[in-house]
């Protein structure tokens, strides 16, 4: 199984009761909760999330986590972050999923 394949389905088994719906995105699957992208598995086996911007120093401080860039060099914004495959490992997905749908829970309360 590949790194990505792998990811996929810890994201998918995590998130099962939130309904994701899956979408090819972002060179990856993307995860969708009420229409809206939580995070994406991408291709390399690393996950993009999207974050409260006001988070990112904090979730960039942490071991494996690095701005998110579309393509080699564009950055994405404050609101991504890309986190490498060896943080993902053992309990470490649930502890960055929890930014993402923190702050997926705090947009649909706008």
């Not at 995105?25 to 006001?54: H, Q």
């Amino acid at each position: 199984m590949t790194a990505q394949k792998d990811l996929v389905e810890r994201v998918r088994n995590a998130l099962r009761a939130r309904n994701p719906r899956e979408v090819s995105m972002f060179g990856g699957v993307s995860f969708m909760v009420e229409d809206r992208m939580v995070v994406a598995a991408r291709r390399e086996g690393t996950l993009l999330l999207r974050i409260d911007p006001t988070d990112a120093e904090d979730l960039l401080a942490r071991p494996g986590a690095h701005p998110a860039l579309m393509g080699a060099d564009r950055p994405m914004g404050d609101g991504w972050i890309c986190v490498e495959q060896a943080a993902l490992q053992g309990p470490g997905l649930e502890s960055w999923l929890e930014p993402a749908l923190t702050f997926h829970a705090a947009q649909g309360a706008e």
